[in-house]
């Protein structure tokens, strides 16, 4: 069993409004890199969000690591969770807390509840959490309060947290805006070796095209909640990317410049 | 001022909705009966704001004839409030040590009452949020007892205090608990409820249960919020705890009432300087702890 995600014909709608997401059917296999790209509400977050379950889906399933999310119990889905690094499109840190204390999140499923309550970690899951934070730069950021970063910065310890989860699958929505050029090719590089060393399978939302061309293996456009097309990285046109990227109704604007 | 940043894209200075709003003289109809609705609530709103001032001032019927002659009369009272001139400090040390204890049975009554208070608080606190820890119709519910706790004075659970436990501090005590168990119970119900809920999405993503959601995700969050207003209402008990001493509750309050009865003002003065002093000195340590960690 090679595929990772099988999501079948998912629909999803807010508030009973016109659907966010209709009718995507996408898998992601081991190993590879697949980026959404489409304009800002296009619908990428919610349909990363159906995968780990954060969002439930109105129609359709959505199998990962072959079991239905939807079907889950509270613990079955923390069990599904733990084998997915989730890297938020707003970071979602606590910022009252260390940056320490934010990768070890990546690593609460894994300790005892008890334990965990008195921030009593194993000496590996530190030296794990230690060894991501190098990994994106910032060694000896440890002990920082995570409100004290910069927003490039808080955007790679949210990385790292899901790195710290050694995850079979890798969600991440927008996970280099707000890095600067350099920085954006190494954490695609990072991603990369999870892809191909892990054999895990990585599913990223992104605008920017050309890195997706040169890192990610398959290309994915979805608009107003559809995929217009599906195709590997080297094949993609700019006709398909005018498609999915042109902006002639009310709902959509791409914020990003 | 020069401006350094790049100028805006065109498309985004055309949107409309950043265009100001000049308004023609003949806007349409529906326009115009909304300003006219404006109009006429905010007449409405300032001739019931001014009736109501007028039924408050005539209500109470200040007789300010009354003012000269009780002037007089308190002025030549308070003089005795104040411990001048008096020279005999043999009174004033057996006064210190009679007032010590009542003191000290003072500052316990805010702190043991704060701390209690706090503590019961915070469980309950969990149970009033609308967090989804508990169903909604339990949080409605613990809210609107609490509410309607909220609203009945700190001197009427001291006299119910006093009748249970008898007269003394430890009834003070407990009225005090309860009143700041109330209080922060609600206040700690809405700090749960105004957390970010994105760290709360980033414990769960990662696999974490609710106790670590709590643990990791919100107590972070609240945690300043919850010493903070527990250090206030310390202020605020140390104030309490001394009228509550006047329905005879212990503390200082109790001293001062017994002073007032038997016309003893030296005394009645001593007691307000040592509470101006306590007060100040919470209120100035307490203001320090909380600058130290917000
Ligand atoms: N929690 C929510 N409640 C209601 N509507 C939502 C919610 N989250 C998203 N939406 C709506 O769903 C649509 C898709 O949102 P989504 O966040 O998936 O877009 P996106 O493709 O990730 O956009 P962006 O590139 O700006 O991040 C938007 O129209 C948005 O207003
Ligand atoms: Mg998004």
């Not at chain 1, 992601?28 to 379950?53: D, F, M, P, W, Y």
């Not at chain 1, 072959?66 to 509270?74: F, K, N, P």
């Not at chain 1, 929505?173 to 892990?198: C, F, G, Y």
């Amino acid at each position: 069993m090679t595929e990772v995600i099988a999501i079948e014909n998912l629909t999803h709608s807010y508030q009973a409004k016109t659907p966010v997401l209709d009718g995507v059917t996408l898998s992601v296999a081991r190993g590879e890199i697949v980026a959404v790209i489409g304009l800002s509400g296009a619908g990428k977050s919610t349909l990363l969000r159906c995968v780990n379950g954060l969002v439930k889906p109105t129609g359709g399933t959505c199998r990962v690591f072959d079991t239905d999310v939807a079907a889950l119990s509270e613990s079955g889905k923390r069990l599904l969770r733990r084998r997915i690094g989730m890297i938020f499109q707003e970071f979602n840190l606590v910022d009252r807390s260390s940056v320490l204390t934010n990768v070890l999140i990546g690593r609460l499923a894994y300790v005892p509840t008890l334990a965990s309550c008195f921030h009593r970690f194993p000496a590996q899951d530190v030296a794990l959490a230690s060894a991501c934070l190098a990994q994106v730069g910032l060694a000896g950021y440890e002990k920082r309060w995570a409100r004290a970063l910069s927003g490039g910065q808080k955007q790679r310890v949210a990385i790292a947290r899901a790195m710290a989860q050694e995850a079979q699958l890798i969600l991440a929505d927008e996970a280099t805006a707000n890095l600067d050029a350099r920085t954006k090719t190494k954490i695609m590089e990072i991603i990369q070796d999870v892809a191909r060393q892990r054999q895990a399978a990585v599913l990223l939302s992104m605008h920017d095209i050309e890195l997706a061309r040169t890192y990610c293996t398959r290309i994915v456009g979805l608009r107003q909640g559809r995929i217009t097309f599906d195709s590997p990285a080297s094949e993609v046109s700019e006709a398909d990317v005018d498609e999915v990227l042109r902006r002639n109704s009310a709902g959509e604007q791409d914020d990003e410049t | 001022m020069k401006f350094y940043g790049a100028t805006p894209p065109a498309s985004k200075m055309m949107r409309p909705d950043n265009m100001p709003r000049t308004e023609p003289v003949t806007g349409n109809m529906q326009e115009r009966m909304q300003s006219v609705r404006q109009n006429a609530g905010a007449w409405f709103s300032t001739v019931l704001t001014g009736a109501i001032a007028v039924w408050a001032f005539h209500g109470l019927q200040f007789n300010f004839s009354h003012l000269s002659t009780g002037i007089a009369r308190q002025s030549s009272q308070l003089v005795h409030l104040f411990p001048l001139n008096r020279g005999d400090w043999f009174y004033d040390l057996a006064l210190m040590r009679t007032l010590w204890d009542p003191l000290q049975a003072t500052m316990q009554m805010a702190i043991v009452g704060t701390v209690v208070g706090a503590l019961l608080a915070f469980p309950v606190s969990f149970a009033a949020a609308r967090t989804g820890y508990f169903p909604r119709p339990i949080s409605n519910l613990v809210k609107t007892l609490l509410n309607v706790a909220r609203a009945v004075p700190t001197l009427v659970y001291a006299l119910v205090a006093v009748s249970l436990v008898g007269l003394g501090s430890p009834a003070g005590a407990s009225a005090i608990a309860f009143v700041t168990f109330i209080s922060l119970g609600k206040l700690y119900a809405e700090g749960l409820e105004s957390v970010a809920p994105g760290p709360i999405e980033a414990v769960r993503a990662a696999g974490g249960n609710s106790v670590q959601v709590f643990i990791f995700a919100m107590l972070p969050q609240v945690l300043p919020l919850y010493l903070s207003t527990m250090l206030y209402s310390l202020e605020y008990n140390i104030k309490d705890s001394f009228i509550v001493g006047i329905v005879g509750a212990g503390g200082l309050g109790f001293s001062l009432q017994n002073a007032i009865n038997l016309y003893k003002w030296q005394d009645a003065g001593v007691i307000i300087f040592f509470l101006v002093v306590l007060v100040n000195l919470v209120d100035y340590i307490s203001y320090r702890v909380r600058k130290s960690f917000s």
